[in-house]
T-cell receptor, first 115, second 114 residues
């Protein structure tokens, strides 16, 4: 079946602008995650959604970052007033459930470049 | 804090050579352990996983054994191919309540030359 999809694949923006990144998880997966991959920091966890529960936002680096998940499916990660240090590849993943043994399946990522 | 440590790369091997990429972890409890691979220009893909001590994960000729006594999950392959050239990430996920995310190592870039 279809995997995790993300859009856009590439986004170039100017410093100070807001951006929205979209993730479509695998159908039937209740858990959804956002990660960030950058040269300096490696792969970092950002936020986690499980069903209709309140998200775990413990990995968000600042209050400029927010995310929502509508109807338990599609998720949008929003970065307000982008800064150059926000440049990275933003990865979305989903898993069937929240058990520690459940495999997380990753999307192809959105490469964000802030000029 | 809890972490995953991988051997530094890059690693360059000739085709058919033996591969080992070391990975050790620190964690309380009994985490699940994973190896992910990222081929050039592609996203992260699960390569293999092990969810309890002494489990061996295997896929595409790669193997890794969950060693609780040494807190290790080393990746091995007996004969690498040029198509194995990629970045390999070791990761763990804790078993405790509220432990949702994967914690990744920094990645090891492997280049296999003909």
């Amino acid at each position: 079946g279809a995997g995790v999809s993300q859009s856009p694949s590439n986004k170039v923006t100017e410093k100070g602008k807001d951006v929205e990144l979209r993730c479509d998880p695998i159908s039937g997966h209740t858990a959804l995650y956002w990660y960030r991959q950058s040269l300096g920091q490696g792969l970092e966890f950002l936020i986690y959604f499980q069903g209709n529960s309140a998200p775990d936002k413990s990995g968000l680096p600042s209050d400029r970052f927010s995310a929502e998940r509508t109807g338990g499916s599609v998720s949008t990660l929003t970065i307000q007033r982008t800064q150059q240090e926000d440049s990275a590849v933003y990865l979305c993943a989903s898993s069937l459930g929240q058990h520690s043994t459940d495999t997380q399946y990753f999307g192809p990522g959105t490469r964000l470049t802030v000029l | 804090g809890d972490s995953v440590t991988q051997m530094e790369g890059p690693v360059t091997l000739s085709e058919e050579a033996f591969l080992t990429i070391n990975c050790t972890y620190t964690a309380t409890g009994y985490p699940s352990l994973f190896w992910y691979v990222q081929y050039p220009g592609e996203g992260l893909q699960l390569l293999l996983k092990a969810t309890k001590a002494d489990d061996k994960g295997s896929n595409k000729g790669f193997e890794a054994t969950y060693r609780k006594e040494t807190t290790s999950f080393h990746l091995e392959k007996g004969s690498v191919q040029v198509s194995d050239s990629a970045v390999y990430f070791c990761a763990r996920r804790d078993s405790g309540a509220g432990s949702y995310q994967l914690t990744f190592g920094k990645g090891t870039k492997l280049s296999v030359i003909p």
